[in-house]
């Protein structure tokens, strides 16, 4: 009963608008799926951030509690917990069903602009601009972090977890991979302020994309340079990029309003999404499906890879 | 307890110990009724009889009442005799004997009291009254009062006769008014004292308003003693509350004064009130209003607040200085009794004032002092031996005995102040110190000169022309220069032998080899050597076991070391004492691993080389918790550091500074002969690969930045280095060793074999650009390893081989120059073409970096205290430089090579197996590599290079400074 494999299919793009939520909080400086991709998190500069319905595009829920506008949002594992962080220099891990806040932790010394659960959602690791990353314990009530990796030598923009790693995107030009298993710190050296960092699904590359316009794929492990992308404007907002939910294509926000879209084997820019007029500040990809979010000013839209039904419903609606 | 008795000693026990409590034993049951027996106070039986038996307590042989039993009565109505009913008592029911039990005390009739033959006192009443006013409920003896006995006392019957009356005092009757029954403190005279002197002062003081002549009066009476026992635990002169006050309808006053004496209730009950204000009824404090109190507005619950009480005795006095003491007018416009007055008002209960005031204590005046006197004690000045020098001592002795009379006093007999630091020492008896008496004396015979011919410049009268200062003082500046600036090893060595010839030993020098006793040691041998002015002290101290690697390293140390701390400065630190602890605190902590170089990298980020050139790993340690928190085992099980391990490096040290003047110096004119020798083997291998990187790098940046530039700054570099060159070769000539020496300086073989072979390469290498992937691959990867194995062995057969002299070296800087400059421009054009291809090649070549790094940081680990600087690191890091400055343009076709198949690779679901064939690949090129350029090597030899390093090393210098 062994039938082939189908033949992989071309892959999709997310190039059909499937919505577009009028988050009503400000400039959205960024937009999160949660970790199945049935909600996002639109981080608001109204200080408030916001789960929302990913399928029908409705409000769930407002969390409000920061002192300034939200820079960073990430949901954990089971979807108990939102952890979030602000320009008021707090990290505040929140409850989703109560829209409490759990736990209000200080200490940076400047606005924080990346946060990310662990895997487990045991630590919450937030990146600011004084230069460290902080792990914060969840699990005990030790308000003080457990480290404090002060290796950067400038404002950390950006970090992801994946398993025993920690790769950070930091304005000095580097990005730094903490290897907890080994115990060891890479720095690779990219000159130009980096503005976002990523790890490809299958955790072998790590992206980067800078503020001298190009997205940076390397090697994991030795650092060298599997693929550069380039044509997008990103010079001087600290804009996102990610991979593809199939680590097919790479992507990234840019200055002029749109999203690009290359192969990541081939470079070649693949699609060009014209998002709107202004800089596209945030997206993020669905972790499964070829669903993306992007944010500008105050919308957030969703792109499919094509028209569903459930556009029409919306419509109808 | 029961426990305790067990044991043999005896303790004294209180009380009836407990029966042992023996748990299988049932406890003790309670003793039914039935079993009960009850006993009268006789010991007879009782019996108690039940509603069947005749009920309680039966007379008559347990009848009741009569032979009958228990037979009712009849009813007989008792209306009319209700005079002769008596209130029946249940004693009248009860048997005597039980009266006891129920508390019911025998009777008996006796006379009372009140009726006895004893007569009320009525003194005795007052006083009591005078209690009960105290007490809480005002007046509660007037009660009894009201049952005033019928009969008075004899005595009092007698006095009556007598003519006495209630409320006079007993005696002869005196020629006054009747006194007023006021209370005061002062006449209140205890016991059976007299009437007081005071008392009688304040009769005289009535007098004065109305004194009737041809009328007596009886004497006051007298108050006795009120004995009524202290009930309560205040103190002493409590009051409580004032019910008096309550009686008051005004209310309270301001303010409460717990402690104020009684006299005022007193006063009241003396009859004499003073009060129109006085108003009938209870209200305010202590009592509640009535109902029918006829002011509505008048404040019925009265709030008390804690202000209006005092905390302390003796609070602060009320305005009129009475103190509460409400004496009538008279006495408080008194002026000479005020005080008494004032005073009363704050006696104590039981106390009186004091008929006498205490003696003064005389004190008496200290003696006056004369006016000369000083509060110092002083000596005789002493005559010292020393200062007799010229007398004979038996002189000295006699003069010393006769207090110096004789000799001549000194002029600064004044004191100590007027004594300098010398002259104190030997009057302390201190020896003089070691080192030299002026700062003069630590400088250099030339320095001094030269300060001295400042001085006497300005000492000079001002009519001598400037020029001439301005000429003397330029002259020793230049001196200076040239001294400041050793301009050889040899030199160096020369000065430390100078510097140390003829010291004697001073267990105070400086000891830099502290951590290693027998470098240590050989230092110090050095060091007798040099000061026994043995010219080669440094060659004869040195360990002949040692390797020539060590020897040359440590030779330079100590040469350094000796310089540092020449005998001025050893003689400057017996100057100061040392310090009882040693300091550890001059440690300070820097992360281990430092990151490289900035420019190289950012050199590979232009090139897009990304990869080994780009990336550091360091040693991370993470947190423990953090590590249980992300489910990974701890990397570093038994290390307590976190983050990035840290290490101490002294703070101040010597050879700190030394390694940043060096790298300012220029290279040849710092390196001394030896260090030149030891220069090839100093370094590691790693550090040259790095370098050479490095310098490749930088150099291929500075030709994409400034293409212009660079012919121009060359030609002026290469002239100065000349000089330089040459300067150094008349050195190495006047020793003699030249041979030697230029065999230290000859370049690796590679750097030849990249500056003359390189260009035939690329030709070839970038026609076959493109071609077959695979063989590219492994020729690629095999190219960093290479490139290692050729610097290690060309700079094995360089020391072995001989070079040309010094001569030939400085003739042909310009040649060389010429194609160095050339080939970078040919590199840099090739650069712009294959940058991407280039990136994957540095890579390879860095991949051997961690290893060498480590073993790198092993060597390190071998030194001990402060770090020398490798002493000629510059100059091989340029000889490295060269070599991989011309060897790039040769590789670019191969990197390019490796950059499609990496992309390929990425076609293909970036399967990254492919490397792993070509391993075996890259170890065959490797081979073939190693042979060729050793050949190049040997025959490129004889080219000297050193103009091309240093032209390169300016290069270098020109950008990074």
């Known amino acids: 009963m062994a039938f082939p494999q189908p033949r992989p299919q071309a892959p999709q793009l997310p190039q059909h608008l499937l919505r577009t939520i009028d988050c009503q909080q400000g400039a959205v400086r960024a937009v999160r799926f949660n970790c199945d991709g049935n909600y996002l998190l639109s981080c608001g500069s109204d200080k408030s951030l916001k789960l929302w319905s990913m399928s029908r595009g409705t409000l769930l829920k407002t969390y409000s509690g920061h002192g300034y506008e939200v820079l960073d949002a990430d949901s954990s594992y089971d979807n108990s917990q939102i952890c979030s962080c602000s320009s008021d220099k707090t990290v505040i891990l929140w409850d989703v069903a109560t829209g409490q806040v759990t736990r209000k932790l200080r200490g940076h010394a400047g606005k924080v602009n990346c946060v990310q659960f662990s895997e487990e959602a045991t630590v919450i690791l937030s990146g600011s601009i004084d230069g460290t990353v902080r792990c914060w314990d969840t699990r005990s009530r030790r308000y003080e972090p457990i480290q404090v990796l002060d290796e950067a030598r400038d404002s950390i923009s950006s970090l992801k977890v994946a398993q025993h790693e920690l790769l950070t995107g930091s304005v000095d030009g580097r990005v730094r991979l903490y290897d907890l298993r080994m115990g060891q710190l890479h720095v690779d050296f990219i000159s130009s302020p980096i503005t976002c960092v990523c790890f490809s699904q299958d955790g072998q590359c790590t992206l980067s994309s800078s503020l001298d316009s190009t997205v940076r794929l390397l090697d994991k492990s030795t650092g060298e340079m599997l693929g550069e992308y380039t044509g997008h404007k990103m010079k001087g907002y600290k804009l996102d990029c990610c991979l593809s939910s199939k680590d097919t294509h790479v992507l990234s926000c840019s200055e002029d309003g749109h999203v690009y879209c290359w192969d990541l084997v081939e470079g070649s820019l693949s699609l060009k999404l014209p998002v709107g007029k202004a800089v596209v500040q945030s997206l993020s990809f669905h972790p499964s499906e070829t669903c993306l979010l992007t944010a500008m000013e105050g919308r957030v839209q969703v792109w499919a890879s094509e028209p569903e039904e459930a556009d029409e419903e919306a419509m109808a609606k | ?961």
């Open chain 2, 1 to 961: 307890m029961a426990s305790d008795s067990d044991s043999d000693e005896d303790f004294v026990t209180y009380g009836t110990p407990l029966e042992p409590l023996e748990e299988d034993k049932p406890l003790k049951k309670p003793i039914p009724l039935h079993e009960q027996t009850v006993k009268d106070e006789k010991g007879r039986y009782k019996r108690f009889h039940g509603a069947f038996t005749g009920g309680f307590s039966a007379g008559y042989f347990n009848t009741v009442g009569s032979k009958e039993g228990w037979a009712p009565s009849a009813f007989v109505s008792s209306r009319q005799q209700k005079a002769g009913k008596q209130n029946a008592r249940p004693e009248d029911f009860m048997d005597e004997e039980d009266f006891s039990e129920h508390g019911i005390a025998p009777r008996e009739i006796t006379t009372s009291s009140e009726f006895s033959s004893s007569r009320r006192d009525q003194a005795a009443e007052k006083a009591k009254a005078i209690n009960a006013q105290a007490a809480l409920i005002p007046g509660d003896t007037l009660l009894e009062e009201l049952i005033a006995p019928a009969r008075l006392s004899i005595g009092v019957e007698l006095l009556r006769k007598m003519g006495w009356k209630e409320g006079q005092g007993v005696g002869p009757r005196v020629k006054r008014k009747t006194r007023r029954q006021q209370m005061d403190g002062g006449s209140r005279v205890y016991g059976c004292a007299l009437p007081s002197a005071g008392a009688e002062d304040s009769e005289d003081d009535d007098d004065e308003e109305f004194a009737p002549e041809n009328v007596t009066f009886a004497p006051k009476d007298v108050t006795p003693v009120d004995f009524s026992p202290r009930m309560g635990v205040q103190g002493l002169g409590y009051r409580g509350l004032d019910p008096g006050l309550a009686l008051l309808g005004h209310g309270a006053p301001e303010h409460i004064d717990l402690f104020k004496p009684q006299s005022e209730a007193r006063s009241r009950l003396f009859g004499d009130e003073r009060s129109g204000t006085r108003r009938g009824g209870v209200a305010g404090q202590a009592f509640g209003v009535g109902a029918l109190e006829d002011d509505d507005d008048e404040d019925v619950y009265h709030r008390d607040s804690m202000s209006r009480y005092d905390s302390v005795l003796g609070g602060e006095e009320p305005g009129d200085r009475l103190y509460g003491w409400t004496a009538p007018q008279q006495y408080s416009r008194n002026k000479d009794r005020s005080k008494d007055v004032s005073y009363l008002g704050k006696i104590l209960e039981g106390f009186t004032l004091a008929q006498k005031p205490a003696k003064e204590k005389t004190i008496f005046p200290p003696p006056s002092l004369p006016r000369d006197y000083r509060p110092v004690q002083g000596f005789r000045p002493v005559v010292e031996v020393s200062r007799l020098s010229g007398v004979s001592p038996a002189l000295a002795k006699a003069l010393r005995t006769s207090r110096g009379h004789m000799v001549k006093e000194e002029p600064q007999q004044g004191g100590r102040h007027q004594l300098h630091s010398g002259q104190r020492r030997t009057l302390l008896g201190e020896d003089a110190l070691q080192g030299p008496s002026s700062v003069m004396e630590l400088l250099r015979p030339e320095d001094r000169q030269r300060l001295l011919n400042l001085r006497n410049a300005s000492n000079q009268t001002s009519n001598q022309t400037s020029n001439q200062t301005s000429n003397q003082t330029s002259t020793p500046e230049s001196r200076v220069s040239v001294v400041s600036s050793p301009s050889s090893g040899l030199q160096q060595q020369q000065e430390a032998l100078a510097a140390w010839r003829g010291v004697q030993i001073s267990t105070q020098t400086f000891r830099p080899f502290e951590k290693n006793p027998s470098k240590q040691e050989r230092y110090e041998l050095y060091l007798n050597r040099l000061k026994q002015g043995d010219k080669d002290a440094l060659d004869r101290s040195l360990d002949p076991a040692m390797t020539e690697w060590e020897r040359s390293r440590e030779r330079d140390e100590f040469v350094r070391a000796s310089i540092l701390y020449r005998p001025s400065s050893s003689s400057l630190s017996t100057r100061f004492t040392r310090a009882q602890h040693q300091e550890d605190d001059d440690t300070v902590e820097v992360s281990r691993d430092q990151e490289g170089d900035i420019d190289d990298k950012q050199a590979a980020v232009t090139m897009k080389m990304f990869g080994k050139l780009t990336r550091e790993t360091f040693e991370w340690h993470p947190d423990k918790l953090l590590c249980k928190r992300f489910n990974v085992p701890d990397p570093f099980p038994g290390s307590g550091t976190v983050g990035l391990p840290k290490v101490k490096r002294d703070k101040f040290s010597v050879f700190n500074f030394l390694t940043v003047a060096e790298s300012r110096e220029p290279t040849a004119l710092l390196k001394p002969p030896e260090s030149m020798k030891k220069s090839r083997w100093d370094v590691s291998e790693q550090k040259k690969e790095e370098d050479c990187l490095s310098e490749m790098l930088s150099a291929a940046r500075s030709q994409t930045e400034t293409k212009v530039e660079k012919p121009a700054s060359l030609p002026a570099s290469s002239s100065s280095s000349q000089q330089t060159e040459v300067k150094a070769a008349d050195q190495k000539k006047k020793e003699g060793d030249e041979d030697q020496e230029e065999e230290e300086d000859r370049p690796p073989m590679d750097l030849f074999k990249a500056i003359f072979a390189s260009s035939s390469e690329e030709k070839s290498s970038s026609s076959s650009e493109g071609g077959s992937d695979e063989e590219e691959d492994g020729k690629m990867d095999s190219q960093p390893l290479n490139l290692f194995n050729i610097s290690s062995v060309t700079s094995s057969s360089a020391t072995t081989s001989s070079s040309s002299s010094s001569i030939t070296t400085s003739s042909s800087i310009t040649s060389s120059s010429i194609t160095t400059s050339s080939s970078i421009t040919s590199s840099s054009i090739t650069t712009s073409s294959s940058i991407t291809s280039s990136s994957t090649s540095y890579s390879a070549t860095s991949s051997q970096l961690p290893v060498s790094s480590k073993a790198s940081t092993q060597q390190d680990d071998e030194e001990f205290g402060p770090k020398l600087p490798p002493p000629s690191a510059a100059l091989t890091r340029g000889g490295a430089t060269s070599v991989s400055e011309e060897r790039k343009p040769s590789r670019r076709s191969k990197d390019k090579k490796h950059k499609n198949k990496k992309q390929h690779k990425h076609k293909k679901d970036k399967k990254k197996k492919k490397q792993k064939k070509h391993k075996h690949k890259v170890k065959q090129q490797k081979k073939k590599e190693t042979d060729s350029s050793s050949e190049d090597s040997e025959e490129d030899g004889q080219v000297s290079t050193d103009e091309l390093l240093k032209r390169l090393k300016n290069i270098r210098s020109h950008q990074t400074w």
